[in-house]
């Protein structure tokens, strides 16, 4: 598929927004890119587009700060099952199923959105998290695999381990990096990685990198808890409309 301009630019403008909403509140790139672009393209294509953003903009995430060596040692277990089960249902987003692909994506939206705004919180023991963590990250892979969001349930998951706020920044992107590096195998292993997307990958970029550096701008200036919100709210909505159009 080839794009048209006014589908770059629309692609541009996703990924403005979901910077933003990335550089204010710490994540929720692939999360916002994945549910706008879900409107009118399949979605192992909105997903390849993803993959080079959601990449680059946790590079830096991932590496900075002193906890690198240590979170790698807890989360380790949670990783290997992520990649894993990404792997394993990568076929299900290329299979060509369009209508259940955006149901699926819709309801996963709806449902972190819900949780996340009925203050949903849990919280892991040290003991735990060997077992917890495969299991969230195999859930995590699987869902990421089939939707390319990989948000449900890791993001709760990192939460409930009570880091530290740098720590929980830093875990979130190395997370974030496995995740993405494990789609991209994962759609280059069933062929959805095909040329057409470079361009509006590197678009999305420079778009992503804007809107970040939009996000920390808004950041100091608007209540984060309130933008944080709204954007659930609408996350939400938008799952409910992406499952009522695909029934």
Do not use: H
């Not at 819709?106 to 060997?130: C, D, M, N, Q």
């Amino acid at each position: 598929m080839e794009f048209s301009l006014s589908e770059l630019a629309a692609v541009a403008a996703i990924y403005v927004l979901a910077g933003s909403v990335k550089g204010a509140i710490g994540l929720g790139l692939p999360t916002v890119s994945m549910a706008l672009l879900g409107i009118w393209l399949p979605v192992e294509q909105a997903a390849a587009i993803l993959i080079l953003p959601a990449f680059l903009t946790n590079v830096w995430q991932s590496l900075a700060g002193s906890a690198l060596r240590t979170l790698l040692i807890r989360l380790w277990p949670m990783l290997i099952c992520l990649v894993l089960g990404t792997l394993l249902t990568a076929g299900i987003m290329t299979a060509g199923n369009n209508a259940l692909n955006g149901a699926f994506l819709g309801a996963i939206l709806a449902i972190y959105a819900g949780l996340v705004l009925a203050g949903f919180r849990f919280t892991v023991s040290r003991k735990a998290e060997p077992v917890l963590g495969s299991v969230t990250g195999l859930a995590t892979g699987l869902i990421s695999g089939a939707t390319g969001i990989f948000v449900v349930p890791v993001a709760p998951y990192l939460e409930a381990m009570n880091l530290g706020k740098d720590e929980l920044v830093q875990a979130i992107g190395i997370t974030a990096l496995i995740a993405t590096s494990a789609l991209a195998l994962g759609l280059g292993l069933n062929g959805s990685l095909e040329v057409e997307v470079v361009v509006p990958g590197s678009i999305a970029v420079v778009a992503a990198f804007a809107g970040m550096f939009l996000g920390r701008v808004l950041r100091a200036r608007l209540s984060v808890e309130l933008f944080r919100r709204w954007v659930l709210v609408g996350l939400m909505l938008l799952g409910a409309a992406m499952i009522i159009r695909a029934l």
